[in-house]
């Protein structure tokens, strides 16, 4: 691949973005006396050093310089009401005064629980954790428990948060990842034993017949398929149709249970994706948007499967933590879902499709094969001709366009993913979203000649 016009924009981009951000700059290097590297948080490093932001209100977030964003990242979906709701300052505001957190029941555990059973169709029971991570780490222990059966599948690319067990085959490479219709599973990370790849079978995502021949080959050890009802990290990949209700028709056959992963996608419908395709897993993990900002998780099923956390049941299985239910993160959760009603969420999934639409009609008009996917409010760009239904598909796009497109968004004012994903909150405008397609239009002007170079195939 040539790349030396790439090079050299890329330089040029991030000289240009060190002189927007000299207070981030130090921020940085005085983070790096403390902080490995500088960094707490991988998903939001990069280089030449991450922006420091100062403060946010509604759908704009301003950094230690004075550079404002449109936020189209809201903490990685989870912000859904954008900075500082109002309805969520007030009531957590009211509540600070009578404390933070008790070792104790809180009335707001049981109200954001009954607000959660009376909107997702496969939860009828909740209990609530501390992270999406924590979530995804009950319901796989949950499945096991409850079917007495060792194996996960999960899906090739699939991200699950970054406990040992979920950490297999997130972004593999895939010159080791063995045929891309029976992908290897493998360890993502040094220091994840080697034995719990053995437990989690890979499936390519929007492939059933793949699914059907891992349950198959381990008939009557899988304890359950999990995946994400639409691939988030991966790139934003909606299911094909049909292929979610196939899961389900498997799973039932062979005796195992469907777990979703909706800690990104709950925002699509009231009922989460569940309700929006029509498919009802035995078990969900939640979170992001349920705690209104604040850190939390939740994993919620059946009445009968969840029943193996009753304490008043002998044998019930013990799931403590310092705060699980915390009570601001409670609050703020039910004030964020009062808001998010089926209006709410209507707008968000039509400002979605019409940045989706301007996106790909800007690549059209650059003479560009990019694509771009997405489901409910959630989207996300790809710098490359092939169809991306999977994991193999979004990996095709080079990650330095990728990065290179993230900062010269920032240079315009707009604020992603640095994968390229983007997602809508509440308090945004369809100004907003004509902003941020006539930015990325200016991108792909200034990204051009050194795509013509660097990957003359994504030129129609």
């Known amino acids: 691949m040539g790349d030396a016009l790439l090079e050299n924009l890329l330089q040029k981009t991030q000289s240009t973005y060190v002189q927007r951000t000299p207070r981030s700059q130090q921020a940085h290097q005085r983070a790096r006396l403390a902080l490995p590297g500088g960094d707490t948080r991988s998903s939001t490093y990069f280089k030449p050093h991450p922006v420091y932001i100062a403060r946010g209100s509604g759908a704009v977030i301003e950094d ?13 979906t989870s912000l859904v009401l954008g900075h500082a709701h109002p309805a969520v300052v007030e009531a957590v505001g009211a509540a600070l005064p009578d404390g933070t957190v008790f070792g104790a029941p809180h009335l707001a555990q049981v109200e954001l629980a009954e607000r959660i059973c009376a909107r997702m169709p496969g939860i009828d029971l909740v209990r609530f954790c501390n992270s999406g991570t924590e979530a995804v780490m009950y319901a796989v222990r949950l499945a096991r428990i409850y079917t007495g059966k060792p194996l996960v599948i999960k899906m090739e690319g699939g ?12 972004h ?38 793949a699914v059907q021949d891992l349950l198959e080959e381990h008939r009557g050890q899988v304890a359950a398929v999990l995946l994400e009802p639409m691939m988030g990290s991966a790139g934003a990949i909606p299911p094909q149709p049909g292929y979610l209700q196939k899961l389900r028709e498997l799973t039932r056959q062979y005796g195992c249970l469907l777990i979703f992963d909706e800690v990104q996608t709950m925002r699509f419908s009231p009922g989460g994706a569940q309700a929006l395709y029509g498919v009802v ?40 933590g310092t705060f699980n239910g915390h009570p601001l993160a409670m609050i703020a959760g ?28 800007a690549f059209a008009q ?39 497109l993230h900062l ?27 902003k941020a397609v006539e930015a990325f239009d200016d991108c792909l002007a200034v990204m051009r000649p050194a795509i013509a170079e660097a990957v003359p195939e994504l030129l129609g």
């Open 64 to 76: 230690l310089d004075g550079n404002r964003y449109l936020d189209f990242l809201n903490n990685y």
């Open 172 to 209: 593999p490479d895939v010159a080791k990842a063995g045929p891309p219709d029976k992908p290897l599973p493998l360890p993502e990370s040094r220091g994840i034993p080697p034995g719990l790849a053995e437990v989690s079978p890979v499936a390519p995502f929007n492939d059933a017949e």
């Open 159 to 170: 991200y699950h948060g970054t406990s040992d067990v979920l950490e297999i085959s997130v």
């Open 366 to 404: 650059h003479g560009m094969r990019g694509q771009v996917t997405g489901a409910g409010s959630i989207l996300n760009v790809h710098f490359t001709p092939q169809s991306v239904v999977n994991y193999r598909g979004a990996e095709s796009s080079p990650e330095p366009l990728t990065r290179l």
């Open 334 to 361: 039910c004030a964020t879902l009062d808001v998010l009603d089926q209006a709410a969420i209507d707008r968000l999934n039509l400002l979605a499709g019409k940045l989706i639409q301007g996106l790909r009609e």
């Open 281 to 320: 897993p035995d078990i969900t993990a939640i979170g992001k948007i349920i705690g209104g900002g604040f850190p939390i998780g939740g994993v919620g099923g059946t009445r009968e499967i969840m029943s193996v956390y009753d304490p008043e049941k002998p044998g019930s299985v013990s799931h403590g």
């Open 408 to 434: 010269l968004l920032l240079e315009r004012g707009i604020y992603t993913a640095k994968r390229g994903m983007l997602n809508i909150s509440v308090p945004m405008a369809e100004s907003d979203v004509q």
